[in-house]
């Protein structure tokens, strides 16, 4: 599931056809009869959950709900449905997405009760500091290079007069090697994994996404796409929505409560020596 949300997501993004993760390479010799190899040899990726504190009543379920804006445009269904509702909401950004949505950003900024803006990095390259590829996207590469696509998303959003710093950070596709994790937190940032995949990169059918949304509990992080304003999950993002407040949820950004993730992507970053 989450491979396809993924590699979705970058397909749709990237100018790089996107290559499966568990597909072989093409010059790879068949394996008989064996799993084929996920990735070459390299530190292990991880894709962190990540939840929020509980409301714990039952008739007032507490979810956040978390879009990221890679590149591309705006989803006016999911903007104008988050407006008209009032509804809060945390929107991971990017350098690149910043630059060709400006009007969207205003309205960010003249909501500041309603959306919380945060890091989704500069170039949207995978934040994982050695050389591999991730669904056929090649990784930051290094230490340096996740430090300058963590640092070069800030910069851009300060640049594009966002005042508030981000607190939070979320790589391109998702995905962390542990190291790379220990960085973002020493840089200061919590990582944002999530607890629910929304959309799957944005490809699901407008059906689906209702489904996956109906599904959510109290303390669920949802993450969905709101750049790609001509596919159908959109159509199902809005509803979903409207349904989940119909029910009684009670919507928070991340920075509203108290949020727990695994490989700690929220806990105290270790000194490192
Ligand atoms: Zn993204």
Not at 60 to 78: E, N, S, Y
Not at 85 to 109: C, G, S
Not at 215 to 238: L, W
């Amino acid at each position: 599931m989450h491979a396809r949300l993924f590699a979705a997501a970058l397909f749709l993004a990237a100018p790089i056809p996107a290559l499966a993760e568990n597909a072989a390479p093409p010059s790879a010799p068949a394996a008989p009869a064996a799993k084929p190899a996920i990735r070459a040899a390299g530190p292990r990726l991880v894709e962190p959950h990540l939840h929020i504190e509980k409301s714990k009543d039952p008739k007032r379920p507490r979810v956040a709900l978390t879009f990221d804006a890679c590149m591309g445009q705006t989803d006016k269904r999911i903007l104008y449905t988050l407006l008209e509702k009032r509804i809060p909401a945390t929107i991971f950004v990017t350098a690149r997405w910043l630059k060709h949505n400006p009007d969207t950003v205003k309205v960010f900024l003249a909501n500041p009760d309603l959306f919380e803006l945060e890091d989704h990095g500069e170039n949207h390259i995978p934040a994982i500091d050695y050389a591999t590829t991730v669904y056929g996207i090649a990784t930051a590469g290094s230490p340096v290079a996740v430090g300058r696509e963590v640092a070069g998303g800030a910069d851009a959003m300060k640049a594009a007069g966002i005042e508030t710093a981000p607190r939070w950070f979320r790589g391109a596709t998702a995905k962390y090697d542990l190291s790379a994790i220990r960085e973002i937190r020493a840089m200061g940032y919590r990582v944002a994994g999530y607890s629910v995949n929304g959309d799957d990169g944005s490809l699901l059918g407008a059906a689906g996404v209702e489904k996956r949304y109906a599904a959510v509990k109290d303390g669920d992080v949802i993450i969905s796409h709101i750049n790609q304003p001509t596919h159908a999950a959109g159509d199902g993002i809005a509803k979903a929505i409207l349904a989940l407040k119909e029910r009684g949820v009670d919507f928070v950004r991340l920075s509203d409560v108290d949020a727990t993730g695994d490989f700690e992507t929220t806990t105290q970053a270790k000194p490192t020596l």
